[in-house]
């Protein structure tokens, strides 16, 4: 029972260097084969003081040798099970689905479309085809769009943003995804030229900001580390990133990233906390909270009577609150879905 147990682990052990042969090369193989024997000599030196300690026969370096892979491959087997069962829930079995919602005050109706910045191609053609199909039917076209500011505000913002921050980031990271980045061109001009670009630029964001910061009493620590914190070049670490995976290993990276992402998608109590614990809340409450109050003023004003709308996810629920705030007879009246990432390739 003990060999047949054993050379089921072996089978294992094969199977996982013929897998990491295959995706990683020979020289991760080799390294992998080198880290087993390592800790093995290590933990064996480890159990021989423990036995001598407590005066007990220890095994030899064969037999322990022997069980120490039966461990390392029951505890890698479980490592790579719930790995690839999250990969597989996220991706195939529950994959994150981006909503459409239908509002309306019965003087206006919404049709607010929440985006993601970077997604697969079939759910941004999916968009262009609504937004066609809408515009036909009498209904205008705001989308967000922060444009560009000046060189010290982008310099700033990026600054107050932890992460340098280019027009490239999107098209750069979603080449890690097997997704495509959201092209607003895509979008506008359909039908006809009933498309306004409702947002906030990056000078008045800036403004914004900047305003709300020395308004507010700050504790010199706090000040000397935000003025100190390092910008994070990120398009550099994603570009340097794929110069270093070949084929195989970036293809193994996309689907675990792209579960990730759709787990993200899926929670807004995990976004919202990322933003509480790791974010700077004050630019994050410019590009949310003031963003969504600019929107609503200028659904208002405006006046509209159908608005297809193209915003990000997290700012639906504090719009329609908005809104109601000012109206209590908003309310949703229809919800439709499409997948974010479609896995038909």
């Known amino acids: 029972m003990q060999s047949k147990r054993l050379i089921i682990w072996y089978l294992f052990f094969l199977c996982l260097w013929v897998f990491i042969g295959y995706v990683y090369g020979i020289m991760q193989l080799l390294s ?26 220890a095994y030899s370096f064969w037999e322990f040798f022997s069980i120490f892979l039966y461990k390392a491959a029951f505890y890698s087997s479980l490592l790579v099970l719930l790995v690839w069962s999250f990969v597989v829930y996220q991706n195939f079995i529950s994959p994150a689905k981006m909503p459409q919602y239908t509002i309306t005050n019965w003087k ?21 085809k609504d937004i066609r199909s809408n515009k036909k039917d009498g209904y205008v076209l705001y989308y967000e ?12 913002f990026n600054t107050a943003l932890w992460i340098q921050f280019d027009q490239n980031i999107y098209d750069n990271f979603s080449k890690l ?25 990056l000078d008045r964001v800036m403004d914004i900001y900047n305003k709300r910061i ?73 590009i949310l909270d003031d963003r969504n109050l600019h929107l609503v003023k200028e659904i208002r004003a405006r006046e509209d009577e159908k608005i297809f709308i193209t915003y990000g996810l997290m700012h ?20 439709k879905y499409s997948d974010v990432i479609h896995q038909d390739y």
């Open 32 to 57: 992998s084969t080198l880290a087993i024997f390592s800790y093995s000599i290590i933990w064996f030196i480890l159990h021989r003081i423990w036995k001598k300690l407590r005066s007990k026969t």
């Open 145 to 156: 769009w922060v444009l560009p500011g000046s060189e010290k505000n982008n310099k700033d």
């Open 108 to 128: 206006q109706t919404i049709i607010f479309q929440a985006m993601s910045h970077i997604a697969s191609q079939e759910f941004y053609d999916w968009v262009e």
């Open 214 to 286: 020395n308004s507010q009493w700050i504790n010199s620590w706090e000040e000397d580390t935000k003025k100190s914190s390092k910008v994070y070049d990120m398009n550099t670490q994603v570009l340097d990133t794929l110069s270093e995976l070949w084929e195989r290993e970036l293809l193994v990276l996309r689907y675990i990233n792209q579960s990730i992402l759709n787990f993200i998608i899926k929670h807004e109590y995990l976004r919202n906390a990322i933003i509480e614990k790791v974010a700077n809340k004050d630019i994050f409450s410019v």
């Open 177 to 201: 995804y097997w997704v495509e980045a959201q092209d607003n061109n895509q979008f506008i001009w359909l039908v006809n030229n009933l498309d306004y670009n409702i947002d906030l630029s």
């Open 316 to 335: 639906f629920s504090w719009v329609l609150e908005l809104l109601q705030k000012k109206d209590e007879n908003w309310k949703i009246i229809s919800t």
